[in-house]
């Protein structure tokens, strides 16, 4: 019973990782670098200087806006930090006649701007930053929202049934914990493969169920609709509003933005992360301000609204629920956006071994199976298209990613779109990837994909020393820890492609599986690289 | 502060799980521990991860202490995974 109990288990853990994995790592590599999103919202807009005094940019944002929008409907200031690269600024303007007051949907492009570190108006490089990757992460790309969602809330269940099977399967979870045994093909692979997946188990399984805790109104909708007749309502309850006044038409000025956050502060107990200013210049003008989620466990953060003319304290959110406080806690432990830096390494991290798992289980499916081909000079079908996807994926969207890098630093200022033509990039270089893949054989476009991640991401650094004023040495000199972290993180990762392309290179595969027949013929490994070094078991057939 | 304390207190856990494993200890002390020896490994290891969840609290408070902990213990067991696997002394096979 016991015995076939887990191998229904090994037959659930394969098949649910393997149809999804692709996905799954696409998904959990954007994850992992969206940790660092805030960082590269800063990376990749290097011209423009550090926030250093948060509150003199939100000065410079009421300035700004008391001048270019002075009447509008509602503004909106994101309320940087010191790590943010500015503040984002948005504004609705008065509804024309016969207009609804959702009537401003898609306008929001010419109702934005964005105030730099000096509280000026900033014209930085036109780029998503660390927000494509945060968006791809749920939302993916070139396809409609709503679809993404499916596709990775199945894609998320999918990984939950894996990691829990995957426990089942693993016969010696707590024996084998510290058991890594090098250069022994399929062995190795299995031992890379589980010590990524149990190293981080907390944070893969905290991670999976918090991901679908996320999707969850829209994966599961019906206690929602059972619930709340009125759509709108549910919304009132998890997102509570104090009254919105009419407009009067009576001029009044607006109180100063800056010190009334000090009070909101205080009573909030944290920095303020937004503020929402409705009818300003009105005697009705109200502003509501919310805690940031920096620190803060909960994404559920109170809100306060205050006169705007007088600056009363008007309304304060009502306690959250129970329910609510814990679905917040649970989103605001998926997007770890309280972790300070030393927990944030943590989660990255965490996010590098859940995506050496996808990828190590995804080349394990042909290590495996490799072995047991009736003729591996012509492997069968699936085989092949799982090799070459294998490939494509693993290799491919690593490559992308530098090549993104590359062209948010190298794509003219001037040029239109150039935002979407940043991400283009990434998706060329992918796409290109996986022509190479389909025509060539595995061995030498892993080689190649590799190496070329790993130049691309190596020269990287280079090219900030030269290029901008932020290399390494400057931002080491000023102190700027986010531009060291990040610089570094691609000094590192770059060795690391371009160590393991050279393993792949070196490889020599075996005439015929001999037991210790490799004994101490390779050098010594990592154990983030053991899994994709030794791809080139899977090349053995073309090699 | 107390984090850091937790951390290391981590670090000495998993060390003494790491050398549970028959093999690991043989390379790290040179011989293979007998059962009883492991069992006491086993519950100096588990009171070193129980005594650094209560340490971590006791600094980071029951909010933040419990998810600094599981953080601890993640990045503690991959480092000595590492060193017990890749450090030199681990140079057999």
């Given at each position: 019973m016991s015995k076939n109990f887990r191998q229904s288990q090994a037959f659930l853990h394969t098949w649910s990782g393997l149809l999804l994995g692709w996905l799954l790592f696409a998904i959990f590599v954007a994850g992992t670098i969206a940790f660092a999103r805030e960082g590269l919202n800063r990376w990749m807009r290097p011209e423009l200087p550090r926030v250093e005094e948060p509150m003199k940019v939100v000065a410079g944002a009421q300035a700004f806006l008391q001048k270019k929008a002075p009447d509008a409907k509602s503004w909106y200031i994101s309320v940087p930090s010191?790590?943010?690269?500015?503040?984002?600024?948005?504004?609705?303007p008065q509804p024309k006649e016969g207009e609804g007051p959702r009537g401003r949907r898609g306008g929001r492009?010419?109702?934005?701007?964005?105030?730099?570190?000096?509280?000026?108006?900033v014209n930085a490089r036109e780029t998503r930053g660390g927000e494509f990757f945060y968006r791809f992460h749920f939302d993916l790309h070139y396809m409609p929202v709503i679809w993404a969602r499916w596709l990775v809330g199945f894609a998320t269940m999918m990984m939950l049934v894996a990691i829990l099977s995957g426990v089942v399967t693993h016969k010696k979870i707590f024996k084998d914990f510290f058991t890594l045994r090098r250069n022994k093909g399929q062995r190795s692979w299995l031992d890379g493969h589980n010590a990524t997946a149990v190293l981080a188990l907390p944070f893969h399984l905290m991670i999976t169920y918090t991901g679908l805790v996320t999707l969850m109104a829209m994966?599961?909708?019906?206690?929602?609709?059972?619930?709340?007749?009125?759509?709108?309502?549910?919304?009132?309850?998890?997102?509570?509003?104090?009254?919105?006044?009419?407009?009067?038409?009576?001029?009044?000025p607006l109180v100063n933005i800056?010190?009334?956050?000090?009070?909101?502060?205080?009573?909030?107990?944290?920095?303020?992360?937004?503020?929402?200013?409705?009818?300003?210049?009105?005697?009705?003008a109200r502003i509501t301000m919310s805690r940031g989620a920096e620190t803060m466990l909960s994404t559920r953060t109170p809100s306060l609204t205050y006169d705007g003319v007088t600056g009363k304290l008007l309304w304060q959110s009502p306690p959250p629920g129970g329910a609510a406080v814990t679905a917040g806690v649970m989103v605001g432990l998926h997007a770890g956006r309280f972790a300070e830096a030393g927990l944030r390494w943590i989660y990255f991290l965490c996010g590098v071994a859940g995506s050496l798992m996808v990828g190590s289980g995804l080349v394990l499916w042909i290590v495996k199976r490799r072995e047991k081909l009736p003729d591996p000079m012509r492997p069968y079908f699936g085989f092949r298209l799982v090799e070459k996807l294998n490939v494509a994926v693993v290799g491919g969207f690593p490559l992308g990613i530098a090549v993104m890098f590359w062209a948010n630093r190298l794509l003219p200022v001037e040029m239109a779109g150039r935002a979407q033509w940043e991400i283009h990039c990434l998706f060329i270089a992918w796409g290109g990837a996986l022509v190479a893949a389909l025509i060539q054989p595995a061995r030498q476009i892993w080689t190649g994909l590799f190496a070329g991640t790993g130049g691309l991401l190596l020269a990287l650094p280079f090219y900030n020393m030269l290029a901008t004023h932020r290399g390494l040495p400057a931002s080491i000199l000023a102190g700027d820890g986010m531009f060291v972290a990040i610089d570094a993180t691609l000094l590192v990762?770059?060795?690391a492609f371009l160590w393991v392309a050279v393993r792949v290179a070196r490889y020599t595969p075996p005439v015929r599986?001999?037991?210790?027949?490799?004994?101490?013929?390779k050098p010594q490994g990592t154990v983030a690289s053991v899994p994709v070094a030794e791809t080139p078991v899977l090349a053995e057939a073309e090699a | 502060m107390m984090a850091i304390a937790g951390f290391f207190l981590c670090m000495l856990a998993f060390v003494l799980f790491g050398l549970t494993n028959d093999?690991?200890?043989?390379?790290?002390?040179?011989?293979?521990?007998?059962?009883?020896?492991?069992?006491?490994?086993?519950?100096a290891?588990?009171?070193?991860?129980?005594?650094?969840?209560?340490?971590?609290?006791?600094?980071?408070?029951?909010?933040?202490?419990?998810?600094?902990?599981?953080?601890?213990?993640?990045?503690?067991?991959?480092?000595?995974?590492?060193?017990?696997?890749?450090?030199?002394?681990?140079k057999k096979d």
């Open positions: 010191q790590q943010s690269f500015g503040a984002q600024l948005f504004w609705v492009r010419d109702n934005q701007a964005l105030i730099g570190g000096d509280g000026q108006v994966l599961m909708p019906w206690a929602v609709v059972a619930n709340y007749t009125e759509p709108n309502k549910i919304y009132d309850v998890l997102f509570p509003q104090g009254e919105v006044a009419e407009r009067t038409g009576e001029a009044a800056a010190q009334l956050m000090r009070d909101g502060e205080k009573r909030l107990g944290g920095p303020i992360g937004s503020v929402q200013v409705s009818e300003p210049g009105d005697t009705a990762s770059g060795m599986r001999v037991k210790g027949q490799r004994k101490g013929t | 093999e690991h200890h043989r390379r790290w002390l040179g011989r293979r521990p007998d059962k009883e020896r492991k069992l006491r490994l086993k519950y290891a588990s009171l070193a991860l129980v005594a650094a969840f209560f340490v971590t609290c006791a600094g980071l408070g029951w909010v933040m202490g419990p998810v600094i902990w599981s953080g601890e213990i993640m990045l503690a067991a991959g480092l000595i995974f590492l060193s017990f696997n890749f450090a030199p002394a681990s």
